[in-house]
């Protein structure tokens, strides 16, 4: 594939869909990701885009090899092409017990010099493909916090978040997705600010002595929940599922607080939502109201 994982375990969920095609054992699918020598053309992981891409391209390129396998087994057998079916990783002569695995069909790719000289060679499939439809996925998330109002901080104590991601090829990377996409939401909502100083332009927050990051005491446990209904934009039905976490954790976060603080006169709060920044909020409302 010439794209390459940001940690969305591209390595398993794209074996998976070629162990699921092509009926072949996980541990003898090797994938190699961003290799130029093979692979001219690629883009990068982002967007919300692999696994959709992946789902068509890798649909498409394992068809062509069945294709091209069900063309040779029918020389191996001496039949029709069209009475060659395939199965479970093998292809049988319609109403017989004869059969060929799909790697003994690629052997005799190989090796045999007496097939036409189209089906020669490794057993190969290629595709690249754009799809220009998307597949826009949905989700909700709530979000419960504890505002100090003597000093600010704010504690997130319960969190909870549900996505429609179409057709969930692994879930457990899917949840993994979600948590690691929400606590970057919830860094930015709370810590993350990239400050430069006006008066010069020198980045004040140059290293993470300077710029705050969410830790494991930052999150609460987190409650993620999987909805699939299938997108109609590609093969397997996938929506996204790398940016649910992210994009509803600002709003849900920030808004939590906003409304922890409404009975104080506090309508807004710009990220990040610091101590000190909740703190002046409470209190310039307190002042507002003082007038």
Avoid at 54 to 60: H, K, L, V
Avoid at 120 to 148: M, N
Avoid at 185 to 200: F, I, R, T
Wanted: net charge negative.
């Amino acid at each position: 594939m010439g794209t390459i994982s940001s940690g969305q375990g591209h390595e398993t969920s794209f074996a998976q869909l070629v162990t699921q095609w092509l009926d072949v054992p996980f541990d003898s699918v090797v994938y190699v990701a961003h290799d130029t020598a093979r692979v001219a053309a690629g883009g990068g992981s982002h967007s919300g885009r692999s696994m959709k891409l992946a789902a068509t391209i890798i649909g498409e390129a394992t068809d062509d090899i069945i294709d091209k396998g069900r063309r040779i087994a029918s020389l191996l057998f001496e039949t029709g092409e069209i009475d060659i079916e395939f199965d479970r990783g093998r292809y049988r002569v319609a109403g017989t017990d004869r059969e060929v695995g799909l790697f003994e069909v690629a052997a005799a790719a190989a090796m045999r010099k007496d097939l036409p000289a189209d089906l020669q060679g490794p057993l190969a499939g290629i595709s690249d493909q754009t799809l220009p439809v998307a597949s826009f996925p949905y989700g909700a998330q709530i979000c419960e916090v504890e505002v100090d109002p003597d000093t600010g901080e704010v504690a997130i104590v319960r969190y909870a978040a549900v996505d429609d991601v179409g057709r969930a090829v692994n879930p457990l990377i899917l949840h993994g997705q979600t948590h690691g996409g929400i606590a970057q939401g919830v860094g930015q909502a709370l810590l993350e600010n990239c400050y430069y100083e006006p008066q010069s332009g020198q980045l004040l927050a140059a290293s993470f002595m300077d710029y705050a990051m969410p830790r494991a005491d930052t999150l609460p446990f987190l409650t993620t929940a999987l909805s699939e209904v299938p997108a109609p934009s590609n093969r397997l039905g996938v929506r996204s599922g790398g940016e649910g976490g992210t994009t509803p954790a600002l709003a849900a976060v920030i808004n939590a607080i906003v409304d922890a603080l409404a009975e104080l006169g506090v309508s807004h709060i710009e990220m990040p939502a610091t101590p000190e920044r909740v703190w002046r909020a409470i209190r310039a409302a307190h002042s507002a109201a003082g007038r």
